[in-house]
């Protein structure tokens, strides 16, 4: 059973455009969440950790909104770039276990 | 200057055989980890060390065995390698301890893909 997903699993969109990522998952006990992008080839970089008593946090052009009632977090892209192509991972870690689970991803791509 | 570092890169090597992944952290950091990302783009958690001690081992083959020798490292070996065990293997490291821990994440390696013949 697949305990976070991620929708959509591909995303294509001209430069500019304000997008939105979701990722659900089916435990209420998490500690916090986070956002990782993934580039090809590449290891993960953390873009936002939202603490569990947080609704949202917010660093440039992302903005993530966590809502533990409904198990979900979306990921919103302001004013795309080229440079956001990617894939974007949420991952929640579950009572302070040290353990991240994640998503499978959203592969972005933002035209030029 | 590389944060987490893994060693190495990329590694082709025959089923059966037995092969080490590397993985060092220049961040000060207490917690290591291993993950493993398969062909569906999964990354699972495989083991975890705080402080050289073992604090997360999930339902992973006895064929691998992580090893610690300092805080700083911590190695992945995997005995009579298997095709299914083909995928990139990251290594992250934290902060770690009680203090602050809301706000931790981790850190990637840049991943070791691994091709089992």
């Known amino acids: 059973k697949q305990e976070v997903t991620q929708i959509p699993a591909a995303l294509s969109v001209p430069e500019g455009e304000n997008l939105v990522l979701n990722c659900s998952f089916t435990d209420s006990a998490i500690y916090n969440l986070q956002w990782f992008r993934q580039d090809p080839g590449k290891g993960l970089t953390s873009l936002l950790l939202?603490?569990?008593?947080?609704r949202e946090q917010t660093s440039g052009r992302l903005n993530a909104s966590l809502d533990k009632s409904s198990g979900r977090s979306t990921l919103y892209i302001a004013a795309s770039q080229p440079g956001d192509s990617a894939t974007y991972l949420c991952a929640f870690e579950r009572d302070s276990s040290y353990k991240l689970i994640f998503g499978s991803g959203t592969r972005l791509l933002v035209r030029p | 200057d590389t944060a987490v570092s893994q060693t190495p890169k990329y590694l082709v090597t025959q089923m059966g055989n037995d092969k080490s992944i590397k993985c060092e952290q220049n961040?000060?950091?207490?917690?290591m980890y291993w993950y493993k990302q398969d062909s569906k783009k999964f990354l699972k958690i495989m083991f975890s060390y705080n402080n050289k001690e073992l604090i997360i081992n999930e339902t992973v083959p006895n064929r691998f065995s992580p090893k610690s020798p300092d805080k700083a490292h911590l190695n992945l070996h995997i005995n009579s390698l298997e095709l299914g065990d083909s995928a990139v293997y990251f290594c992250a490291s934290s902060k770690g301890g009680n203090i602050g821990r809301l706000q931790e994440t981790q850190y990637f390696g840049p991943g070791t893909r691994l091709l089992v013949l």
């Open positions: 939202i603490q569990s008593s947080q």
């Open positions: 961040l000060g950091h207490d917690t």
